[in-house]
């Protein structure tokens, strides 16, 4: 059994225009087209919790940030539990994404589409994990290693966090809950774990139990502050599988392949714009919108305004 503070990873979340599309995760855009790595801030680190001046908490997704084939999240794309080699390609990088598998929706799934849980007999207050042994087997810890990476798209921020696990790894938290992956899920849409044992469930991106009334664990909301950043995907839900983009800076900032954008993650608000140089017909946004549609704004994006 583990009793550790959690050690909230606080970010700056500042993105340099991207530009991506379906192509393969490997193929760099050039220069300053690449979205910058957006580092966790220093932090007091209570004691027995993960520091965070080692990790950097990134906006976007793995394939929009172009990381590597077979680390990550993508090491274990089937769900099986790395070892060895594997287990360190693994805890390069996490993903966290809001988005939806099976009836649970909405749910954390990470950078392989494999939906992330929760476990009712861990704690958040201080966060704990009590999963080991053949438990930590079944149930594979979401970990990350020194000088990793978490990318989050659609989670916010202040909501992820790390706890340092009896055998000195970390790992990731959400709304203080440690996160996990159910070894029998083996596909994107699996959620074979939701339910097992009447505690295991999806975790939502507050910590909250997904397919659970009342589970959604919401939080007060803070008054949303000007974004100075934001990922717009081609896909809803944050998917990246047609492409994405980023903005970073203040002022206006026309996009660069605009009339695509299905969904925004967005570290505060922001205004849209149907036409070029912040014209046309506008709305404003608080923080991330999983469907433009909802807002009449489905591939209408042209030029957003920030800060």
Not at 165 to 184: C, M, N
Not at 247 to 255: D, E, H, K, M, S
Request: hydrophobic residues 35%; glycine residues 16%.
């Amino acid at each position: 059994m583990m009793r550790n503070h959690v050690t909230p990873l606080i970010a700056a979340l500042a993105v340099g225009a991207v530009t991506l599309t379906a192509c393969g995760p490997s193929q760099v855009p050039p220069g300053p087209a690449r979205a910058a790595d957006l580092s966790g801030s220093p932090a007091a680190s209570p004691q027995g919790g993960g520091g965070v001046a080692d990790l950097a908490l990134t906006s976007g997704t793995a394939k929009s940030n172009n990381a590597p084939e077979g680390t990550g999240d993508w090491a274990v794309r089937d769900g099986g539990v790395p070892t060895g080699a594997a287990r360190e390609e693994a805890q390069r990088w996490v993903q966290m994404t809001l988005g939806k598998a099976g009836k649970l929706d909405p749910v954390v799934v990470n950078g392989a589409g494999l939906t992330l849980y929760r476990f009712d007999k861990d704690s958040n207050n201080p966060p704990t994990s009590n999963c080991d042994g053949d438990c930590a087997t079944t149930w594979p810890p979401v970990t990350v290693t020194p000088g990793g990476k978490i990318f989050v798209a659609g989670v916010k921020a202040e909501a992820v966090g790390t706890v340092r696990r009896a055998d000195g790894s970390r790992q990731v938290t959400i709304g203080g809950w440690p996160v996990y992956r159910f070894a029998k899920d083996t596909k994107p849409g699996d959620t074979k774990g939701q339910g097992v044992g009447g505690t295991w469930f999806g975790v939502t991106p507050t910590g909250g139990k997904a397919g659970v009334s009342g589970g959604g664990q919401p939080t007060a909301e803070s008054p949303a502050r000007p974004a100075t950043s934001a990922v717009l995907f081609d896909d809803p839900n944050f998917g990246d599988g047609a492409g994405s983009q980023g903005v970073a800076g203040t002022g206006c900032r026309n996009l660069s392949r605009p009339g695509v954008s299905s969904s925004v993650a967005a570290p505060g608000s922001l205004k849209l714009w149907t036409g070029a140089d912040c014209t046309g017909r506008s709305t404003v946004i608080n923080g991330d919108v999983a469907d433009l549609g909802t807002v009449g704004f489905d591939n209408a994006v042209v030029s957003v305004r920030l800060g």
